[in-house]
């Protein structure tokens, strides 16, 4: 299973983090083209999990040339069965924007771009989000996380987001009960 280096959408580029990048975030350094309140404590969380050449890990966030925040998997897909959603391989997804971006559809852009390429994959995706941030369960919902898991041991939800219907290349992307206006209910 692989995945571009970098992914494009209709406003964003998502590529994955070099080791220049990785190697300033770890010494705090500042890079032409990061937005002055990147990188977030997530995002430097998150370049714990980077491994040169892992197209599974951490990705900048790019609008313009402006390095707004960072998305990405936390590794390469493995074999979960839930006892609702059967067996697939998965993953976890997070993100995470500076606060002046918030409010554009940013993450839900960048959501979506990812989770088509893991629907290409034939690989499930779940996201853990605390209870109380509304804006990041508002995009997960948009999305398609419609599993709900329960609390994982830091007390954040679990979210799944089920395969498309029809199988791995079926899909185009778009997240089931995903349409303009709707907000797809969780399942227990």
């Known amino acids: 299973m692989t995945l571009p280096a970098e992914v494009v959408t209709a406003r964003l580029r998502l590529p994955l983090w070099t080791r220049r990048e990785v190697e300033a975030m770890r010494a705090g350094e500042r890079l032409p083209g990061?937005?002055?309140?990147?990188?977030?404590q997530d995002d430097l969380d998150?370049?714990?999990?980077?491994?040169?050449?892992?197209?599974?890990?951490?990705?900048s966030i790019v609008r313009g040339v402006t390095t707004l925040g960072s998305i990405g998997f936390f590794g390469a897909p493995e074999r979960h069965d839930d006892r609702v959603l059967g067996p697939a391989p998965e993953t976890e997804v997070g993100y995470g924007l500076v606060a002046q971006a918030w409010g554009w559809g940013f993450a839900t852009e960048a959501l979506t771009a990812l989770?088509?390429?893991?629907?290409?994959?034939?690989?499930?995706?779940?996201?853990?989000?605390e209870p109380t941030n509304a804006r990041s369960l508002r995009v997960l919902a948009k999305c398609g996380f419609t599993r709900l898991r329960g609390p994982d041991e830091d007390g954040n939800l679990v979210l799944a987001r089920p395969l498309p219907a029809g199988g791995p290349t079926s899909g185009s992307g778009s997240a089931p009960g995903?349409?303009?206006?709707?907000?797809?209910?969780?399942?227990r």
């Open 46 to 59: 998150a370049a714990s999990l980077w491994a040169e050449g892992d197209p599974w890990g951490p990705r």
């Open 115 to 129: 989770l088509a390429l893991a629907d290409g994959e034939g690989v499930r995706v779940r996201a853990s989000v």
């Open 34 to 40: 990061w937005h002055p309140d990147f990188p977030r």
């Open 178 to 187: 995903s349409a303009a206006g709707s907000v797809p209910r969780l399942e």
